[in-house]
């Protein structure tokens, strides 16, 4: 099945700063998902996105699908941002396959 | 208010006993899904089902089984055959496949 690598694995700032993770994928995808986990476990959808630039707020996300990743940017970040952000993506099957995940933690 | 409702919120298994986790969404979504998430680790895929009446294996459904009958219900059984079942379990649902996916709050299954 398709591979999904995220990183960095951790990520630790400062309220303010600006960071971008990245996820790799391993073949071409019909769909790719962000999503943030807060501390209680509660997943939310960020960004719905195959290919193209989203912006919403402070988050932004880019598909390069032809090069096989995404990037989501975080602008002035602030401790709420803390949590996991997993991307997701769907290949050929059209089931989602998720990533590790990136563990955010901004300090004030 | 629409959304995806997963309970209870803790649950706790005996040795050889079957439990079942609740999921119910009020979303009008036709495919929804089972995944599992250990400490530090991605969501594993365990069932879904892309319209009543019919689902599917995931990557690891050994030991669990599940049920559609009517498009808002989605319960997983956690099986005795499930020897390591100590994990947060989160039920999701799309409109159908390949289109946004929505996130009940999980359940948090240990073993006493």
């Known amino acids: 099945g398709i591979q999904v690598e995220q990183s960095p694995p951790d990520l630790i700032l400062q309220e303010g700063a600006n960071s971008t993770l990245r996820c790799n994928f391993s073949?071409?995808?019909?769909?790719l998902q962000w999503f943030h986990q807060n501390p209680w476990g509660q997943l939310i959808n960020l960004f719905y996105?195959?290919?193209g630039t989203k912006q919403n707020g402070r988050l932004s996300a880019t598909t390069v699908a032809t090069e096989r990743y995404s990037l989501l940017y975080i602008s002035s970040s602030q401790t709420t941002d803390s949590g996991v952000y997993f991307c997701a993506v769907e290949g050929g099957s059209y089931i989602p396959t998720f990533g590790r995940g990136t563990s955010l933690i901004v300090h004030p | 208010d629409g959304g995806i409702t997963q309970s209870p919120k803790y649950l706790f298994r005996k040795e050889g006993q079957n439990v079942t986790l609740s999921c119910e969404q009020n979303l009008n979504h036709d495919a929804m899904y089972w995944y599992r998430q250990d400490p530090g680790q991605g969501l594993r895929l365990i069932y879904y089902s892309q319209i009543v009446n019919d689902f599917q294996k995931g990557d690891i459904a050994e030991g669990y089984s599940v049920s559609r009958e009517k498009k808002e219900s989605f319960p997983l059984t956690v099986t005795s055959a499930q020897k390591n079942p100590t994990a947060f379990y989160l039920c999701?649902?799309?409109?159908?496949?390949?289109?946004?996916?929505?996130f009940g709050s999980g359940t948090q299954l240990s073993v006493l």
């Open positions: 996105i195959p290919s």
């Open positions: 073949d071409s995808v019909n769909n």
């Open positions: 999701a649902s799309s409109q159908q496949v390949n289109e946004k996916l929505f």
